[in-house]
């Protein structure tokens, strides 16, 4: 069974950092594209990051591009995201999340939510 | 690129079928997809490559479109269909998603 779990969310002041991990299980962990996929409270998907199977490519939305770095340890199947510098707006649940057939995302985790306050 | 629910909300009852539309600024590749999102979960996958169900989703999901222009057809709605229903596509280059806002199915 697939499994994906995220860990790591919780209250940071602005100007702060976290670092989220996602552990896989259930899979080849190393054979897949992952993403980081954002949904602030009450609010729509954003997708925040993907990542290549072997780390050597990886990809930003704009607004987290400089702040945020997506990472994999593919010995370890797991998926990480270090937020430098965040702010208010970064507050969300952050999702960890496959891409599977379809270059689309077919397993996500439960999320873990990021709260930016002072 | 950018993805344009509608309608926003959308009222039926159950037994009754629904047709979500979704519409791109510019034709999207056929990495094109439709997810289910009910409260305090994450979303799950319906429908993918535009019109291909997901491993273990009821036939009464049926997705169409091409280019600019795609749908999420709900045949006849059950009781546990009405939940919050996104778009998404990914770009072949750079591989990036972009999500549609959503359209909210309620029950009338």
């Known amino acids: 069974e697939v499994q994906l779990v995220e860990s790591g969310g919780g209250l940071v002041q602005p100007g702060g950092s976290l670092r989220l991990s996602c552990a896989a299980s259930?899979?080849?962990?190393?054979?897949?594209?992952m993403n980081w996929i954002r949904q602030a409270p009450g609010k729509g998907l954003e997708w925040v990051a993907n990542i290549k199977q072997d780390g050597s490519e990886k990809y930003y939305v704009e607004s987290v591009k400089g702040r945020f770095t997506i990472s994999r340890d593919n010995a370890k199947n797991s998926l990480f995201l270090q937020m430098n510098s965040v702010r208010a707006e970064d507050t969300a649940v952050y999702y960890c999340?496959?891409?599977?057939?379809?270059?689309?995302?077919?397993?996500w985790g439960p999320g873990t939510l990021v709260t930016v306050s002072s | 690129i950018v993805l344009t629910q509608s309608p926003a909300t959308l009222s039926l009852s159950p037994g009754e079928r629904a047709t979500l539309s979704c519409r791109a600024s510019q034709s999207v590749s056929t990495f094109f997809a439709w997810f289910q999102q009910k409260p305090g979960q994450a979303p799950r996958l319906l429908i993918f490559?535009?019109?291909k169900r997901a491993a273990g989703i009821p036939a009464r999901f049926s997705g169409s479109g091409s280019g600019t222009d795609f749908s999420l057809t709900i045949s006849s709605l059950e009781p546990e269909d009405f939940a919050v229903y996104y778009c998404q596509q990914r770009s072949n280059w750079p591989p990036e998603y972009t999500f549609g806002q959503g359209t909210k199915l309620e029950i009338k």
């Open positions: 999340a496959r891409e599977g057939f379809g270059a689309s995302p077919d397993y």
């Open positions: 490559d535009a019109s």
């Open positions: 259930g899979f080849t962990f190393s054979s897949y594209w």
